[in-house]
Nanobody, 124 residues
Framework: QVQLVESGGGFLQAGDSLRLSCVAS????????MGWFRQAPGKEREFVAA????????SYADSVKGRFTISRDNAKNTVYLQMNSLKPEDTAVYFC?????????????????WGQGTQVTVSS
C-alpha cells in the first residue's frame, strides 16, 4: 500500500523558518517527481514546489520563490520543503504529492498519490 506521510508542521511567528518532510512508502519513488501543494481555509489547493526524480530540476510558485527550497533524498524516499521568512499568508495545510510522468505534470496538479497533509500556521 502506497503512503505519503507529511510531518513538520506547526504554529510559528512571521519571519520564522520550518522544514516539512514527506516520507513515501509502499514502493520506490526514486523515478517519480515529487512536490508540495497547499490549501488555505476557503481557498483552492495550489501548487507550491516540485522536483524531478534526480533533483536536477525544481520549480516554485511565484509566491514562495526565493523563500522556499524543495529537495529530496531518494535513498530515504523523502522529499523536503525548507520554508524561510514565513508570512501569515503561508498559513495552510501542506500536502505532498508524486507523479510518475514528471514535474511539469505534477505542477499542474496531476498527481498519482497524495499525502494527508500537515498544518502550518503563521502568526503575525
Amino acid at each position: 500500500q502506497v503512503q505519503l506521510v507529511e510531518s513538520g508542521g506547526g504554529f510559528l511567528q512571521a519571519g520564522d523558518s520550518l522544514r516539512l518532510s514527506c516520507v513515501a512508502s509502499g514502493r520506490s519513488f526514486s523515478s517519480y517527481a515529487m512536490g508540495w501543494f497547499r490549501q488555505a481555509p476557503g481557498k483552492e489547493r495550489e501548487f507550491v514546489a516540485a522536483i524531478d526524480w534526480s533533483g536536477g530540476y525544481t520549480s516554485y510558485a511565484d509566491s514562495v520563490k526565493g523563500r522556499f527550497t524543495i529537495s529530496r533524498d531518494n535513498a530515504k524516499n523523502t522529499v523536503y520543503l525548507q520554508m524561510n521568512s514565513l508570512k501569515p499568508e503561508d498559513t495552510a495545510v501542506y500536502f505532498c504529492a508524486t507523479q510518475r510522468l514528471g514535474a511539469s505534470r505534477l505542477q499542474g496538479g496531476d498527481a498519482d498519490y497524495w499525502g494527508q497533509g500537515t498544518q502550518v500556521t503563521v502568526s503575525s
